[in-house]
């Protein structure tokens, strides 16, 4: 069994800056990659941001310069730093792990960026 816990998010004024964190525990063998995504309020589920054990990082268009995706394979954890932050970085955000064809999510943390 394999638990993914997110944690770090809370309310931010626009500009600022948060840093999210997600731990993988469990029957970890090896897990190919670690995602954020992100849902807001009647919208669908999209992705944030996605980084590869060998480091290879993607990210959506939207937050290109402001948010980093980095990883500590020893710990299974996954780090989600986002800076200037805007109103429509409001979302609930997923942890994603993908680990032997399977997708792990965590419960989701929420993100509000609000004056």
Not at 34 to 59: C, H
Not at 71 to 98: H, I
Request: glycine share 10%; with cysteine.
């Amino acid at each position: 069994q394999v638990r993914v816990v997110e944690s770090g998010g809370g309310l931010v004024q626009p500009g600022g800056s948060l840093r999210l964190s997600c731990k993988a525990s469990g029957s970890i063998f090896s897990i190919n990659a670690m995602d954020w995504y992100r849902q807001a309020p009647g919208k669908q589920r999209e992705l944030v941001a996605a980084i590869t054990n060998s480091g290879t990082t993607n990210y959506a268009e939207s937050v290109k310069g402001r948010f980093t995706i980095a990883r500590d394979n020893a710990k299974n954890t996954v780090y989600l730093q986002m800076a200037s932050m805007k109103p429509e970085d409001t979302a609930v955000y997923y942890c994603n792990a993908f680990m032997t064809g399977v997708h792990y999510w965590g419960q989701g943390t929420q993100v509000t960026v609000s004056s």
